[in-house]
């Protein structure tokens, strides 16, 4: 017997209504995301970004009697406020950067001082990746405090960055997924300023044996600890970002979602499918045994951005060349910050518009078939790194 399956998305794009039938809602607007969720009488509702779920949307849609994939407005605070998370941090004893959360300048020029260059100066609210400032400019930094009402100023960490997710169920349990690693800076070679992520890869080749066992103990189990002592249990994807450091792995920042670009090639190597995981998060039932099936393929994903970003994205431009893209061998293209306009053409609609997500048996090939359909996207002065997965060959 075959199964029919009904996909929403709230708002959605041209991408995701290939798939799903998508609804003009605002996805922070709680009551309106539960509204939307009774009336279609779905099974499951899965609040995906940062926003909504700070906006405490996963909390409306579990009053109105509805599973609910993601945490509560009180636990994705460890998302929304790098000042919160940091003291969570200490107290539940996790590997971290030292740092001071500073409201005055005397506090800002005390602690610029204190941890030396390079500097990194972080909004305490939510910035979408882009409230942190690293850079060995004094000057620069003390600027960069001066205009968050709060900030953190830290020590800086060296090291390769990798990402992590956990997905959890409210308890202590969690069932930690493929690693993965971003590259947050908009430059080749790590240069010019943060983004949300400009492409990825996993798995993540490079890091030491057992590293999954060292994150579960040391990352991810005394944060749920902590958060559950607090009265906050975490339930959704709890997404550590991470440095490899001489002194081991620490926690550069908490996420409370799916990170983006890493999802798409960590979820492009999972053959288990993800929808009983999902709703095993959100009715407290994941067996933290579960034993997921891997592809051992690599997954490369390029992101294609739009002219200006991140600091001044242009939007309205078509972007054309998607199906010759998605022609290539094992290439999926995946819609971010995309619209159409009302000639029905393809238009960039924000900063990041497209990931091109290859997988094949080695990097290499990953690498190249990525680059080979990214080259087949036409927009105007886009965005893109040249050297996504180049350090694994
Ligand atoms: P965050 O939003 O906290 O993830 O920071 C964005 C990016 O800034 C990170 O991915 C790192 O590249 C960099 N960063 C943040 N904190 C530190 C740190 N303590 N040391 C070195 N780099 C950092
Ligand atoms: N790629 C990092 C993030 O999603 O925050």
Redesign the pocket.
């Known amino acids: 017997m075959s199964h029919v399956r009904l996909w929403h998305a709230a708002p959605g794009n041209p991408g995701i209504a290939t798939l799903a039938a998508c609804h003009p809602v605002d996805p922070c607007d709680g009551p309106a995301v539960a509204a939307l969720a009774t009336a279609l009488k779905v099974d499951l509702v899965v609040v995906g970004p940062e926003a909504p779920l700070i906006a405490g949307v996963a909390d409306a849609v579990r009053e109105a009697g509805i599973a609910c994939f993601g945490p509560s407005q009180a636990a994705a605070r460890i998302e929304g406020s790098?000042a919160f998370a940091k003291d969570v941090m200490a107290a539940a004893g996790i590997p971290t950067?030292k740092s001071r959360t500073c409201t005055s300048e005397t506090e800002i020029r005390a602690a610029l001082t204190e941890f030396g260059a390079?500097h990194?100066v972080?909004d305490d609210g939510l910035a979408a990746?882009k409230?942190?400032l690293?850079t060995d400019d004094y000057a620069a930094a003390l600027a960069h405090a001066l205009d968050c009402e709060r900030v953190v100023i830290?020590?800086?960490?060296?090291g390769p960055?990798f990402s992590a997710f956990a997905l959890c169920d409210g308890s202590t349990r969690s069932v930690l997924l493929a690693l993965a690693r971003d590259y947050?800076r908009v430059g080749d070679g790590d240069t010019g300023p943060?983004t949300g992520g400009m492409g990825a890869y996993s798995p993540v080749a490079w890091l030491p044996d057992g590293v999954e066992d060292t994150l579960s103990e040391a990352v991810i189990e005394p944060l749920l600890a902590e958060l559950q002592r607090r009265g906050t249990p975490f339930s959704g994807v709890l997404f550590p970002?991470l440095?490899l450091t001489v002194s081991g792995v620490k926690v550069?920042?908490y996420n409370a979602r799916f990170g983006d670009p890493e999802t798409q090639v960590v979820l492009e190597r999972l053959d288990t499918p993800l929808a009983g995981l999902l709703m095993a998060c959100a009715t407290g039932t994941l067996k933290p045994d579960t034993d997921l099936q891997w592809s051992s393929d690599v997954a490369v994903n390029v992101v294609i951005a739009s002219d200006g970003y991140p600091d001044d994205p242009v939007t309205g431009d078509p972007i054309t060349g998607l199906d010759t893209a998605a022609a290539v061998d094992s290439v999926d293209v995946l819609h971010a910050g995309t619209t159409l306009a009302d000639s029905g053409e393809l238009i960039a609609a924000g900063g990041r518009l497209i990931n091109i997500v290859a997988r094949a048996d080695t990097a290499a090939h990953a690498r190249s078939n990525a680059y080979k359909a990214a080259d087949r996207v036409q927009l105007r002065g886009q965005v893109r790194r040249n050297d996504i997965a180049a350090d694994l060959i």
């Open positions: 790098k950067a390079p990194v972080k990746g409230g942190v690293v830290e020590e800086y960490l060296a960055e947050k943060n970002g440095v550069i920042e």
